[in-house]
DNA sequence: CACGATTCAATTGCACGCAACTCAATTTTG
DNA sequence: CAAAATTGAGTTGCGTGCAATTGAATCGTG
């Protein structure tokens, strides 16, 4: 299983050992895109037997919070921009999740609402948090404690760091 | 910044404090869900330079391990179906990175095997783990750890414990 | 007040990611 | 050996995700 490489190092000689690609089991940014997916495949089925995807209950956990929100603000909160939320809400809309209706102060904004259907439903996706909770198998201290590490490294890659374009 | 959800608790009466959905910040998934995009974010503009896509090197880097590998082999090492991987593998062939070709002993098969160009580019980009490792800005040990604990998760997750299903 | 710059939402185009399906090739089994 | 089951790759359809663009509304500056 503990692959070497020391044999690949030596067949592309251009290139010093270091600044070759490291086999794909050692990949941190796998790691994560791996769990991502399997996070994903996990709350499909619960979320299924509501008809929504991911990202839509996503949009929901936030207006559970905040009972209204702009498009903007929850495209800052989700870390998603109008190109991915103006379609998703509009679908969330025809399934009687939310209404869309544009601000009078500022008619640039549209005000994103729960209707009553989405409000009700917060109580029936309790059953989402208890499954996921569960399925993650590990205490909610060390469940904040891997959060808060994994938020950090968020965080420096969010950075603007100029140095990484090699441009 | 640190929200309370007391008042919550008591509006919705019919759900118990534990079965309602946690606010979005607390929320382990979510946290994966962002560093994954920050990731691709990371990656993209180091990835342009090629014309790659995160997934299509996720491809190459393993072919650069495995040289020749048939489509479920992919698959199975990247966590990603034919419905995905047919058309991705398509577009690198159609860039010249890999070529496709039927097994002769198994006609099911098909074989993805790197081209010159394909080889030729492990060592250009090299680059690319070097940035990405900078970004991150830790050490490999603490990546390392970090890595056993997301793998385990994943692995946790995956295993299909039917009473999550609460059918 | 006016005009240029900025902001917000929506749209378009492209590439995943996955479910569901098709079709051919192979394996199982009766 | 033949029929049934399984496997491997491809296709279709839908929902993200994001870059780039559009168009309307608002803001900032002169």
Redesign the interface.
Known sequence: MT?RRAD?TET?A???S???????E??????????????N???K??LDRFGLT?PQY?VL??L??HRVMTVKQIGD???LDSGTLSPLLKRLDAAGFVSRTRDRKDERQVNIALTEKGEAL??E????????G?????SNDE??A??A???A??E???QP?D????G
């Open positions: 692959k690949r592309t251009q290139a010093v270091l600044s070759i690609p490291l086999p794909l050692d990949q941190l940014c796998f790691a994560v895109y791996s769990l991502s997916h399997a996070f495949r996990t709350y089925p619960l991911y996503l956990l936030a559970w919070e909160q989700l870390g917060q109580a996706a309790g059953h989402v948090q208890t499954a996921i569960s399925a993650i198998g590990c469940a904040h891997l959060k590490v994994l938020d490294l968020t420096r890659l969010s760091k140095p990484l374009i090699v």
